[in-house]
Each structure stands twice: as C-alpha cells, then as structure tokens.
C-alpha cells in the first residue's frame, strides 16, 4: 500500500496534524504515513532527502491552520518567504513530482490566494481543498479518507503490475546465478579449508584475550562490590542519626508539651486563687445592716466607695486570670497538637516545624501563667485593700454617733436610732436592688437589666459617667463586656440605651473621678465618652 504524507507547521497545527495521522492510520491500515521530516541527518543533502521522501509517497495533504501563512522568523521574516523553508520545500517538491497534493483547512482557515504565495506555490492555490471542522472531525476524516481511498488503490494495482515485472526478471537472473554458483561452490571448498584453519588460529588467540579481559572485570567488580559496601554502610549510619535527630525532636516536643501543661495547671491555679480573692472581696463589700449609722460623714462614704471599686478591681482582676488560663489551656492544646504531629511525622523538615510550634506554644503558656500570677497577686491586693477600706469606714461609723451626742443634734437626741434605720436601710436597699441589675448583666441581659436600674434609682441625686450610648443591642453587650462589672449603670434613653460607670453623690465628685476612668476606660480599650450628667436628668 503506497503512502501519505502530511506537510504542517508545528507552529500552526501539530495538534491536528497528530489528530489526523491517527484517523488516517486507523483509515489505512498497512499505509505508511509520513510527518516530521525536518530531524534531517547530519551532512545529507536536505533538497535529495525531502525529495526522497516526498516521492515516496501517493499523497501529501497539506495542512493549513490559522497562521499558516503569517508565522515568521527570529528576524520577523515570513518563513513562507524563504526558500529553505521545509513546508514549502515540502509541497513545492510534491507539485514538480506530480504527486497528488490536497490542501486541508483546519481551525477556520482559508485557502491562500495566488498573490499571498510565492511563484513556486501558486499552483496550490487552485488545488481543491477539504474543509476539516473541529465539531465535525470524526465525520470529515471519514469523508477524506473515502476520497482517498480510490487514489491509494489505482497506485496499489500499478505497483503490483511493476512487482510481477519485476518477479519475472529475479526468477531468471536466479537460475543464471544458480549455475554459476555451483561451480564456484567447488572452488570455493578449498579456500574454505584454508580459512577455517586461519580461523581456528584466530579463535584461540581471541580465546586467550577473553581470559585475560574476565580476570580484569573480575578485579572491577570486587573493588566495585567494595565501594558499594562502603555506601550502604554510610547510608546506614546517615540513617541511625537522622532516627536518633527525630527521637530527640519528638522528646523535646513531648517536654515542651509537658511544660505547658504544667503552666496551663499553674494559671489555673492562680485564676482559681484570684476568683477566691474576688469573692472574699465581694463578700467585704456586704457590709452588715446596721453596721453603718446615720448620717453618712463624707469620710464614710468615700471609705465605702473605695470598697465597691476595690472589689470591682479584685473582680476584673479575677476575669483576666479567667481568660489567662483559657489562653494557657489553648497554647496546652497547641503544644499536644504539635507533639502529636512531631511523633507522626518522617520528614525532618516537618519535624523541625512542629517543636517549632510546641516551643512557642510552651513560651506562650509560660507567659499566660506569668500574667494569671500577676493578676492573682491584683486580686489579692484589691481584696486586702477592700478589707482596709471596710475596717476604716467600721471605725469612722463608731464614732458618729458619739460626735453627734457631743454637737447636740436634736435628731440624734430625740431619735438617734431610728433616724440611722431609715437611711442606712434605704442606702442597702439601693445597693441591693442594683446587685440584683447587675447579677441580670452577669447572666447576658443587659437590657432587661435596664428596668431593674431605672426602679432603682429613679428620684435619686446621683452623678454618673457616660461611657457609652448606643441601639445597638449587640454593640451594647460588647460594650458592656469590656466595662467593670462592679460600677456598671444601664440606662434607657430616646429609644436606645446609655451605659455608665460609676454613682456619686455630688457632681464634683463625678467630675473628679472622670480623668481616672478615662485611664482606666483606655486600658481596657473600651468606648468612653466621658462625660458626667445628673442620673434622674436622663430617665425617661
């Protein structure tokens, strides 16, 4: 079966070209298709060896994509121009041979005019050309091959009628050859003779040189053995090493988890410390009915005052020991996870990036049990100084009615004891009612909490400070999240909600307080507006 060669530019459609010599292969069996002549040996002529093989075959089918006409050199160049072109060697040849070119249209292009193509190869341009659509592949290939099919077999039978010619001429020079043949035969005997003793002279010095060339490769392989030995030993150790490096990693990250557990434990330790120091403080600040008489000297209520704020101190204190032990709780995880990953992991590389991480997680636990102790020995101080503050308000209050005695107030005189009922009833009924809006805070109801504060102190003469207002009742919580718990004041005001710090009995007093809360606002990075206004002057 004769063959068929397909001429295309790598630049312009290898893909189709591959495409199409599968289909043609499929199409032809026992066909020779011929592509990619441009790996020309070394030192042949290229114009002979295109010739060659462009003859060689019954078909060139010329592919013709795209940019096909437009690619160019490194020197900007069409390489249709140049004459050394090996696409255009390729069909020139094929048109001078008389072999049957067919150009095929693939990815939309057109078929070039006579005046886009250089003289040798304006014939192509009135060649008919086949159409090879992308969505209809499959059923133009059939359609090409059904028409190339008639051209393949006409060559076939030509070539068949050659091949009996030829036949007829071997057959007779054979039995020419035959006869003299058996004569040299007999000439031949003798000189075979001869050569088969040369030859057997010849096999034992090639014999000899065997010998000597095995004991040579034997020594190679010996010393090539013993380099190869000397290898795996090497490996062997590099091996025991990188086991021993991986062993030592896993330990350290074990030890680094370890530590930070012992560190998550400590803040633990001290958070449970401070909450201790908080509720003791709390517990300072529930003065006893009856405790405190009537009425209040400014030097009692500024020691009572100090109670409250010391044991809302010993409570914030308590708070961020609560969240230093989560933080040391969280780098503990960290540190187990990274253990984990370590005493799993086969790569060094890994390993290395996991005690990393279990050596920063321990540093990380060691500095939340740092900061835990630093706020136990907060909590610690603010409930000793509560205890300060309450035994100094104890003893200022002992001596109050005895002073009043000595002045000759008539309230004292006539009523002393009732007169300090009624007043100190009403200030721990106050206190009460806003431990009871607070504890609704605690439980995430700041707004309903807003009613309780507002039964509270409605008709009272307290000062407050404005930290915050919003109608928001996200933001509000969020807010409230970030204020002491302790002094804290929910309010509503025009349809949304004021949050406050602080009561105080005079505006002076508010004003006096507000530079310290803004200090102290910004340290907990909380929103504060700061300004002092009259509690009833913002109820509704």
Avoid at 375 to 395: F, M, V
Avoid at 480 to 499: D, F, K, M
Wanted: contains cysteine.
């Amino acid at each position: 079966m004769g063959g068929i060669f397909i001429s295309y530019r790598r630049d312009d459609a290898a893909g189709w070209a591959g495409r199409l010599a599968t289909d043609l292969a499929a199409g032809f069996r026992g066909a020779n298709i011929f592509m990619d002549i441009d790996a020309i040996p070394p030192g042949v002529n290229f114009d002979e060896y295109i010739a060659q093989a462009v003859g060689s075959c019954d078909i060139l089918i010329a592919l013709i994509g795209p940019r096909w006409l437009t690619v160019t050199d490194k020197a900007g160049k069409r390489r249709l121009d140049d004459a050394d072109d090996f696409t255009r060697m390729e069909i020139v040849t094929a048109l001078k041979r008389n072999v049957r070119v067919i150009p095929a249209l693939v990815g939309g292009a057109q078929v070039p005019s006579a005046a886009e193509l250089p003289d040798d190869l304006k014939p192509l341009a009135r060649r008919q050309a086949f159409q090879l659509a992308d969505h209809r592949w499959s059923d133009d290939c059939k359609k090409l091959i059904a028409a190339l099919r008639p051209i393949i077999q006409t060559q076939n039978r030509t070539a068949y009628k050659v091949a009996l010619g030829v036949a007829f001429v071997l057959l007779l020079g054979i039995a020419v050859y035959g006869a003299k043949l058996w004569y040299d035969v007999r000439q031949a005997d003798k000189a075979r003779i001869a050569e088969e003793a040369w030859k057997a002279d010849e096999a034992r010095v090639l014999e000899e040189r065997r010998k000597q060339e095995e004991a040579r490769a034997k020594e190679r392989i010996t010393e090539q053995e013993r380099q190869e030995r000397e290898a795996q030993n090497k490996a062997a150790q590099e091996k025991a090493a990188d086991k021993q490096r991986m062993t030592e990693t896993r330990n350290k990250a074990q030890a680094a988890y370890s530590a930070a557990l012992g560190w998550q434990r400590r803040a633990e330790q001290y958070a449970r410390a401070v909450s201790g120091y908080a509720q003791e403080a709390q517990e300072t600040a529930r003065i006893p009915r009856g405790s405190i008489p009537t009425p209040l000297n400014p030097d009692v209520a500024s020691a009572l005052e100090a109670v409250r704020r010391y044991a809302t101190a010993a409570n914030e204190a308590s708070r961020r020991a609560e969240i230093q032990a989560k933080v040391a709780q969280e780098a503990a995880d960290s540190a187990r996870s990274a253990a984990n990953t370590t005493a799993k992991a086969t790569d060094p590389a890994a390993a290395a990036i996991a005690i990393g991480a279990a050596v920063a997680a321990e540093s990380q636990a060691k500095s939340a049990a740092s900061n835990a102790m630093k706020e136990a020995d907060a909590g610690k101080q603010a409930a000793a100084a509560a205890n300060r503050a309450r035994d100094h308000a104890l003893a200022v209050a002992k001596q109050t009615p005895r002073s009043a005695e000595r002045t000759g107030s008539r309230a004292a005189q006539t009523n002393p004891r009732g007169a300090e009922t009624q007043e100190t009833a009403a200030y721990y009924a106050l206190n009460e009612r806003l431990a009871a809006a607070r504890a609704v805070v605690r439980k995430g109801g700041p707004l309903p909490a807003s009613k309780i504060f507002v039964e509270a102190l409605r008709g009272s003469t307290y000062y407050t400070i404005v930290a915050r207002d919003s109608c928001d009742s996200q933001e509000i919580e969020q807010a409230i999240s970030s204020v002491p718990l302790g002094e804290l004041v929910v309010l509503p005001v025009a349809h949304c909600y004021r949050i406050a710090w602080g009561l105080y009995a005079t505006e002076s007093e508010a004003n006096a307080a507000r530079p310290l809360m803004a200090s102290r606002f910004k340290q907990l990075n909380a929103p504060y507006l700061g300004r002092v206004e009259q509690v009833t002057a913002t109820l509704p």
